[in-house]
Each structure stands twice: as structure tokens, then as C-alpha cells.
């Protein structure tokens, strides 16, 4: 509800904030698969529109593509991972290390659409095509010593097929 009055006042950082904590209440009370988890990140989509927040936009479209992943709900996953993916490299450009993760999401996503449609040989294709962009965003990470950053990209990379 204080989500609501905010974004109805204009007042669109504190009403992030305030769908924040819902998420996030949401989340450990109910799952992160949980229906009201998409509404809610869909509600801040849609806020994105509205304000100087579009920069957050495609982190919001990741982390509802992720909760379609995890239910096997791949086209819709694929469609908003291709979404945030362009709206990424718009806003920060080809070689930033978040465009480069969408990027990753999105092959892999690819992928499991080819094996659905039991197109096992394009599957392969994508998977490698996210494994070694994985690779090569791990080894950029290493270089520049953000040593977390390289533990996340890896643990993505162990878990494409």
C-alpha cells in the first residue's frame, strides 16, 4: 500500500524502496517462485517507465526471467532476458559486466527453448556460445581482481548444461 500512495504522490525512489521490502518479505516468506513475487517485480517494470530508475529496469526483468527459469517457463524467460539483455547494452554499453550476464541468461535460455523443441544440436550450440562468454567475462573479473564478481560468473557457468 505505501508502494501504491508513493508512486501515486510521484514519489518513485521511496516507492522502489517500499516494493523492495515486499520482494524481499515475499520472497522468505512465500519462495522467490512465488505468483506474487512476479506481480510485484512486474509493478516495478512498470515504475521503471515512470522515472529516472530505467537503469534498474533490466535488473528487475533478470530477476523475474530467473523465476520463469525456475519453473521451466523458458519462452517467457528467454523474452525478458533478450529484453533486458538490449536494454542493458543501450543503457551501459556491449562490455559492461552486467550486459555481458544478460548475455549469458539469454544463451543459455536459448538453449533450454532448443531442447523443449527437441533441437538438441542448436541447444549445444547456445549453451557453449554462454559457457565461454561465462569464461570470458570470469577471466576479465580475475584480472581486475573483483574476485566476487568472478565467483558469481563462475558459479553461472557451472550450472549451464
Known amino acids: 500500500i505505501l508502494a501504491y500512495l508513493c508512486v501515486a504522490q510521484g514519489f518513485y525512489s521511496e516507492a522502489t524502496t517500499w516494493y523492495g521490502k515486499a520482494l524481499e518479505i515475499t520472497e522468505n516468506l512465500l519462495g522467490k517462485n512465488d505468483l506474487r513475487c512476479d506481480q510485484i517485480l512486474t509493478e516495478l517494470i512498470d ?3 515512470l522515472s529516472p530508475l530505467l537503469n534498474k529496469k533490466n535488473i528487475y526483468l533478470c530477476r523475474l ?18 529484453n533486458a539483455f538490449e536494454l542493458s547494452r543501450n543503457l551501459l554499453g556491449e562490455d559492461h559486466p552486467e550486459t555481458i550476464f544478460c548475455l549469458i541468461s539469454y544463451r543459455e535460455t536459448q538453449g533450454h527453448v532448443c531442447n523443449n523443441n527437441a533441437n538438441s544440436d542448436d ?31 563462475f558459479e553461472k557457468m557451472i550450472s549451464i548444461p
Open 47 to 49: 515504475l521503471c517507465k
Open 65 to 82: 526471467a530467473d523465476i520463469h527459469c525456475s519453473r521451466k517457463e523458458f519462452a517467457q524467460a528467454e523474452q525478458l532476458y533478450g
Open 123 to 153: 541447444a549445444r550450440k547456445f549453451y557453449d556460445q554462454a559457457f565461454k562468454t561465462a569464461e570470458s567475462l570470469r577471466n576479465q573479473q580475475l584480472q581486475q581482481g573483483d574476485l566476487s564478481g568472478a565467483a558469481a560468473t
